[in-house]
């Protein structure tokens, strides 16, 4: 049976990272909100939402902080071991980028204007 989870690699703005954790991507562009009221659930409210993806990859002597920091409209490729590559189009890294000096680990928030999936 093929591999239906887990992440081959991520590429961000043409360079290729060593991804240590994927938390989510998201790839719609709307949402739903529950509209509540005093007496019951009124049903949803469709609201638009951030295309994005939550990403750790882990520390190298040739990665810059400040280079991840400073994407901003890049191209961001997510590879999973299923076979679909999703591509964040227009991804800016949102947060402050922390370092983990313990473990290694950078994590990454980015978002951007659409989520293809191929």
């Given at each position: 049976m093929?591999?239906?989870?887990?992440v081959r690699g991520i590429r961000i703005a043409?360079?290729?990272y060593d991804v240590k954790a994927l938390a989510a991507i998201r790839v719609s562009n709307k949402m739903r909100e529950p509209i509540l009221?005093?007496?019951a659930y009124h049903g949803t409210a469709l609201k638009p939402a951030v295309p994005g993806a939550d990403v750790t990859i882990?520390?190298?002597?040739?990665i810059s902080i400040q280079t991840l920091q400073d994407v901003v409209g890049q191209e961001?490729?997510?590879?999973?071991a299923n076979g679909k590559i999703y591509?964040?189009?227009?991804a800016t890294a949102t947060d402050q980028i922390p370092l983990n000096p313990?473990?290694?680990?950078i994590v990454i928030v980015f978002?951007?204007?659409?989520c293809l999936q191929s």
């Open positions: 093929a591999d239906r989870a887990g043409g360079l290729d009221g005093v007496d882990t520390d190298s002597s040739g961001v490729q997510i590879s999973l591509t964040l189009v227009d313990e473990n290694g680990e978002a951007a204007s659409s």
